[in-house]
């Protein structure tokens, strides 16, 4: 099946966005809306579904400047949230013949330290213990006659050992890495915050300079709309200026006629005077 295009009062009525709003984003996004013949905007399922996300991040509070550097890969995308992810896919997407989206598939990311990482440093120089250990229970699962006892407090003072050196080993190294980690933390915190403070007033400004523009193109669309309707009626009234006249000349050209017959009736009827003037002197 082709693709199904809807035209701009279509697509402003499906957004719930006024129409002259779409042709602002547009302009201002760069965004390529395809055109038919005829010169007009046509959209496809893809740029109703990139103008709703456009949409739904202008009503979380996102500036159109903003949404532009998230398309450009200019800020991070958030793919925490919805209505940022694939945004810029759906953007340089190509025209297709289907309507069919695809979504990136999603892998979470964990960052976080291992603790046992901290243990694994030294437990290949505790080798011999736990071959040690392996020797023993070797031989005590041979001889019957170490009991179940035995066994299991011979476990705990081999393991304990072994806690025990791992420990002493690297207390030094355990506390240098929590004591960096807990810096690295507080750092990236303050950055953090820091960051989130300035992007918030930096999108308050660019959001409020981005009313202001939607603002001047919303009054240049009415002047537009009314010179267009003004243009209308002036249509309407020099057309009835023109009926006025037909009818008045109609009207002139009648009153013509009729003059000019009764000044031909007028001139036959004085040569006929004439005639019978002469007639009667002739007598």
């Known amino acids: 099946m082709g693709t199904r295009r809807y035209i701009i009062s279509d697509a402003s009525k499906m957004l719930k966005v006024e129409s002259h709003v779409l042709r602002y984003w547009e302009e201002e996004l760069e965004i390529k809306i395809p055109r038919n013949e005829m010169g007009h905007r046509y959209y496809t399922e893809e740029n109703i579904e990139l103008l709703r996300k456009i949409r739904d991040l202008k009503e979380q509070g996102y500036g159109l400047r903003t949404i532009k550097m998230m398309i450009n890969g200019e800020i991070d995308i958030n793919r925490s949230n919805p209505n940022t ?3 810029r896919n ?11 989206f695809y979504k990136e598939d999603e892998e979470g990311c ?3 330290v291992n603790n046992k990482e901290i243990m694994d440093t030294k437990t290949k120089d505790n080798s011999g213990d736990i071959e040690k250990y392996r020797r023993l229970e070797n031989k005590t699962s041979l001889t019957e006659s170490v009991s179940s006892e035995s066994k299991m407090q011979q476990f705990q003072e081999i393991m304990g050992n072994i806690v025990s050196r791992a420990l002493e080993e690297n207390t030094e190294s355990i506390v240098t890495r929590a004591i960096n980690k807990s810096t690295q933390n507080m750092s990236k915190e303050v950055s953090d915050c820091v960051s989130e403070k300035v992007l918030k007033g930096v999108d308050y400004i660019i959001r409020m300079q981005d009313e202001r523009e939607e603002e001047r193109y919303r009054k240049i669309d ?5 010179k267009q309707r003004k243009s209308r009626k002036e249509r309407k009234m020099e057309s009835r200026i023109n009926k006025d006249e037909k009818v008045m000349n109609k009207k002139a050209e009648r009153a013509r006629k009729k003059a000019e017959k009764e000044r031909v009736k007028s001139e036959k009827n004085r040569e006929k005077s004439k005639k019978l003037a002469f007639s009667t002197l002739s007598k």
């Open 85 to 87: 992810v694939n945004i």
């Open 90 to 100: 759906l953007f340089d997407k190509p025209k297709s013949e289907k309507n069919t």
């Open 222 to 226: 009415e002047v537009i709309r009314k």
């Open 110 to 112: 964990n960052n976080g």
